[in-house]
């Protein structure tokens, strides 16, 4: 396919472009993308291979969304160098990993909570969790979020918004917002953390068992500091990711451009009380009582003192009949502490 013209939602260009035609009191009307036009004449969209475009006008780029996935961009000499860098390249420009080349590929190095961290015994040195095609990266989620914003028309983007009911009909999806605003979808595909209304209405009806979260038999308390004061606390240990190992303790520890870290304490499976909360306050002394062990190296206390006493509890979801309902699809993530990798 050569070229696509101009795409029927032409307001969804860039908005200097946008700007400039609405500015000179110019309008532009587009009946039918080329796609439409295209299916409308009985062509099959899956059996174009390529979309070739001469250049990046946009009265010649049209829309290629409107095209399957599978269906190829082929663009010229001096594209990429003008009109890139992606996602990845700006990625990459704001994201943290572990030091040194040798730890690149290391997911997590473990040690032990005990004084020395585990320094004289045999294993020391060969502790590292690591793929020779993983590379330990992350950002934080703000910044990953207005890189990942800047590819979509801003008025569809929309944050502080928590979904609290779903509705199909044979057309689409209604969702309502805790706000009372709704809005109408195709399909819905929710990740909507470790409480999630997408996960409810996929499963009650035939798995209701299987909504809940089920606590995990441990709780956290978590800190971000800044990466100076870890670094006077732990030394080179901050260079790599790490989890630390103990009797019914556990830290773990990654670097964004701060040192983030979470100290989780094992509790009863019953051990958690509060029916509608993941999160519990507590005392200062009560948080510091969780990790007075004599055996469990002084540093660790040093990093619990910089943490809100607050637990996080550990939540799971041990069984998932099925993760989708005809529109609605469940694609669950793991983003802060309630949610353990089970939730996945």
């Not at 979808?185 to 409810?200: H, Y």
């Not at 019914?248 to 451009?257: H, L, N």
């Amino acid at each position: 396919m050569f070229d696509l013209g101009v795409r029927k939602d032409w307001e969804n260009s860039p908005e200097a472009f946008v700007a400039g035609i609405k500015d000179s009191g110019g309008c532009i009307s587009v009946d039918k993308d080329v796609a439409t036009l295209l299916r409308e004449r009985g062509q099959d969209l899956g059996e174009i291979g390529a979309i070739i475009w001469s250049h990046w006008h946009f009265d010649h780029a049209g829309d290629p969304q409107t095209f399957p996935t599978a269906t190829d961009l082929i663009v010229g000499p001096g594209f990429k160098a003008n009109i890139m860098p992606g996602f990845r390249a700006l990625y990459e420009k704001v994201c943290v990993g572990n030091k040194g080349e040798d730890a690149q590929s290391t997911f997590f190095e473990v040690m032990l909570l005990e004084e020395g961290f585990g320094r004289g015994q045999p294993w020391h040195g060969r502790s590292r969790w690591s793929h020779p095609d993983y590379v330990r990266k992350s950002a934080h989620r703000k910044t990953l979020f207005d890189i990942m914003t800047g590819f979509i028309p801003i008025e569809n983007v929309k944050f502080d918004k928590r979904l609290t009911h779903v509705e199909q009909r044979p057309a689409g999806v209604t969702l309502t917002f805790s706000d009372g605003t709704t809005a109408e979808a195709a399909i819905l595909a929710g990740a909507d953390g470790i409480r999630s209304t997408t996960r409810e209405h996929i499963l009650k009806d035939l798995y209701p068992s299987q909504v809940a979260p089920v606590y995990a038999g441990a709780y956290c308390y978590r800190a971000v500091i800044p990466m100076p004061e870890a670094y006077e606390i732990l030394g080179d240990l901050t260079d790599v990711a790490k989890l630390y190992f103990g009797p019914k303790r556990g830290v773990a520890s990654i670097v964004r451009q701060e040192f983030n870290y979470l100290l989780c304490v094992a509790d009863s499976d019953e051990g958690w009380k509060l029916k509608d909360a993941v999160t519990e306050r507590t005392t200062h002394e009560a948080m510091m009582a969780d990790f007075e062990d004599p055996g469990i190296d002084e540093s660790f206390r040093k990093l619990l003192q910089r943490a809100k006493p607050v637990k996080w509890g550990l939540f799971h979801h041990l069984h998932t009949a099925t993760y989708f309902r005809d529109r609605v699809v469940l694609i669950q993530w793991v983003s802060y502490p309630p949610e353990t990798s089970q939730g996945d």
